[in-house]
């Protein structure tokens, strides 16, 4: 590591102002600070000082992701020997699921970043550290299927229209990934829904419904059928996006996020208590099978805990107040199985319901705030003594 840095700081000042490079100055400071960290700090304002910059925080996200994409790979495979009717052992599956997925990594890496480097060196600002996550994120939301074309589209869309347009990284309205899922999803229906969709060269004589199509189908059907186990949609033997069906891997990744320190606690769990609760309203209320089906099921099906921990959490479009926070999660998990119940055409809510609330986010902060406010004004009003300690003030 050691003669890296020195190789840095020879070709450094190439790269500022006068060098011969000096226009890549962005470029060269996005791999320099991706590798070691930053050695200086803010020079103004009241700032919090850590040891842990904006790109190790997102590079911890991007570990915590980690189980979930190891799981998906050999997922991809396993769907796919399994419509076949093949036994093959686990490195053929691993091998399989790379072909599928790597590809579709590789293309969203490549198209963000070379986004993000463009408006960087346009702007001769930083590079944002943000598509570090949502690069990783947008290929895990996906089918597995995706043509590369379309994933290098949408990845163009959520980076452009969903982020940059805004400012880039903290300015952005609408989680980025989910932006590019949705944009899919209304632009390409019949690429992005449908059983021959999530198991990567599928079988014709197989189903390949995914546990959320089986539901969707008890809202005119007297009961629900589901193909798999409780436990095989825990663990994630099932089809589905490539990253989404491990609910236990996803788990693995919830809590490298809480221990850590990165992901809120306040909106994870909010999120499940939200879901619960629609859940078990439903299950009161019973009008069809799909009303009945038990409420903890929405929380191992589809992309609810992935959204969960994943794309709820996200710092930037989510509330920022601690009770914020739980008023946020709340409404997504309520919203999300409220959206698969009652439109039985889009099985899958939580995407809708995530950028649903990052939209009325600032709202539910503003109102936390004056609260807060009309709170602490009742305290002083009460108190002639604080009054007077402020009023000498």
Same mark, same amino acid.
């Given at each position: 590591m050691r003669s890296l840095r020195r190789f840095l700081d020879n070709i450094k000042p190439q790269f500022e102002k006068?060098?011969?490079?000096?226009?890549?100055q962005s470029t060269f400071d996005a791999f320099e600070t991706f590798l070691f960290v930053p050695s200086h700090t803010t020079k103004s304002g009241s700032h919090i000082r850590d040891n842990i910059d904006m790109k190790r925080t997102m590079s911890v996200v991007v570990i915590a992701m980690i189980p979930a994409l190891m799981f998906g790979i050999w997922n991809v495979g396993h769907q796919h020997f399994l419509s076949h009717a093949i036994d093959v052992d686990f490195w053929d599956k691993v091998v399989f699921g790379l072909w599928k997925v790597l590809p579709i990594v590789v293309v969203s890496y490549v198209v963000g970043l070379g986004i993000e480097f463009a408006f960087a060196q346009y702007r001769h600002h930083e590079v944002n550290e943000g598509f570090l996550v949502s690069g990783m994120l947008i290929p895990l939301i996906l089918p597995p299927d995706t043509p590369l074309w379309m994933v290098a589209v949408s990845t163009a869309f959520a980076v452009i229209i969903g982020k940059e347009v805004f400012g880039g990284t903290g300015m952005n309205i609408l989680n980025p990934a989910l932006t590019a899922r949705a944009f899919?999803?209304?632009? !390409?229906?019949?690429e992005m829904s449908g059983d021959k969709v999530w198991i990567a060269e599928k079988a014709d004589t197989y189903s390949g419904a995914t546990p959320l199509a089986e539901a969707a189908l008890g809202t005119s059907n007297p009961s629900v059928n589901f193909t798999h186990s409780i436990?095989? =949609?825990?663990f994630g033997f099932m089809p589905?996006?490539?990253?989404?069906?491990?609910?236990f891997a996803i788990l693995i990744g919830a809590l490298i996020l809480l221990v850590t320190g990165t992901g809120s606690w306040r909106i994870m769990l909010s999120v499940v208590v939200g879901g619960?609760? =629609?859940?078990?309203?439903?299950n009161l209320i019973g009008l069809n099978a799909y009303m009945d089906v038990p409420f903890y099921y929405h929380l191992i099906i589809g992309g609810f805990a992935f959204g969960t921990v994943f794309m709820a959490t996200d710092p930037v479009t989510a509330s920022q107040?601690?009770?914020g926070k739980i008023y946020f999660?709340?409404?997504?998990?309520?919203?999300?199985?409220?959206?698969?119940?009652?439109?039985?055409? !889009?099985?899958?809510?939580?995407?809708?319901?995530?950028?649903?609330?990052?939209?009325?986010?600032?709202?539910?902060?503003? !109102?936390?705030?004056?609260?807060?406010?009309k709170k602490r004004l009742k305290r002083v009003k009460k108190n002639p003594e604080l009054q007077a300690k402020l009023g000498a003030v």
């Open positions: 006068g060098g011969k490079y000096e226009k890549l899919l999803f209304f632009a !390409y229906p019949g436990s095989d =949609m825990f589905g996006s490539i990253g989404e069906t491990s609910t619960i609760f =629609m859940g078990l309203v439903f107040t601690n009770t999660g709340f409404f997504v998990g309520v919203f999300a199985v409220l959206i698969r119940v009652f439109n039985p055409a !889009y099985p899958e809510g939580m995407m809708l319901a995530i950028l649903l609330m990052n939209v009325f986010a600032p709202l539910i902060d503003h !109102y936390v705030v004056e609260s807060n406010i």
